[in-house]
């Protein structure tokens, strides 16, 4: 005889659950709102971006929920303005990952939000083949300040290369995604309510279209016998990272 059971009678399958690791952090980072910038220039997607993101890591591979920081408009709303996607919130994150981190664990970075360039600095040990820096845009970034030669409140990638530097350095190992432009070649497809995550460094960021045109022109000069620099064509290189090893970096 065989006994059949209808589903409701049958016993639940155990899944089983393993504990959380206490050897993984993240750092999830999305910026939709911009306070210096008008509201045709917000963006959405890296809102759910983040959400996502940290549903996988729990769900998935095993991250602790004290484990995973979030800077986002709704993470400040909820929690405080330390968790707004600012330049200051977001460096201070970068800094407590490389104090924290100890040999063999692991990190996942995730930054989501508009990109752009910029003239680079003429004395930058590790000059660009273009001249032009590449940028990512925190949520108080603000305009071309001539006098300092950077806009303001933008992450420059010398200075992002140095931040995961710090954290390689304690023997940890870095998966971080950009999904910004100009830190490769991702634009986000789809219908007209989807941004392409840039922002032009002449008409939103108000950098002299001159200064542009001077950097790229020093560039060219310097490196003109220089035959390695010029690989490449046209696309802008992207963000520049450690030689070390321990990571991966998904643009």
């Known amino acids: 005889a065989v006994l059949l059971l209808s589903p409701a009678a049958r016993p639940a399958q155990v899944v089983r659950q393993d504990p959380p690791r206490t050897d993984r952090h ?21 809102a759910n971006d983040v959400l996502l993101v940290r549903n996988l890591l729990l769900e998935k591979f095993q991250f602790s929920p004290d484990q995973i920081i979030v800077l986002s408009e709704q993470a400040g709303t909820q929690r405080g303005r330390d968790f707004y996607p600012t330049r200051a919130n977001i460096e201070r994150e970068f800094k407590r990952l490389a104090r924290i981190a100890r040999p063999g664990e692991q990190v996942v970075i995730h930054m989501s939000g508009h ?11 590790d000059p660009e083949p273009d001249g032009l820096d590449e940028i990512f845009l925190p949520r108080d970034v603000g305009s071309w300040n001539a006098s300092k030669g950077t806009v303001a409140n933008a992450i420059i990638d010398d200075e992002m290369g140095a931040w995961l530097k710090a954290i390689r350095d304690k023997k940890s190992s870095v998966w971080i995604t950009f999904d910004s432009c100009h830190s490769g070649t991702m634009i986000r497809g789809g219908d007209d309510s989807e941004k392409a995550r840039d922002l032009d460094p002449v008409n939103d960021l108000g950098i002299p279209r001159q200064a542009i045109k001077d950097a790229e022109a020093f560039a060219a000069k310097r490196d003109a016998n220089n035959p390695e620099r010029s690989r490449g064509g046209d696309m802008p290189p992207a963000f520049k990272l450690a030689k070390e090893g321990g990571i991966v970096a998904i643009y």
């Open 26 to 46: 993240a750092l999830l980072i999305g910026v939709t709102f911009y306070e210096n910038l008008p509201k045709a220039k917000h963006l959405a997607g890296p």
């Open 115 to 125: 990109g752009s360039q910029q003239p680079e600095d003429k004395r930058s040990p």
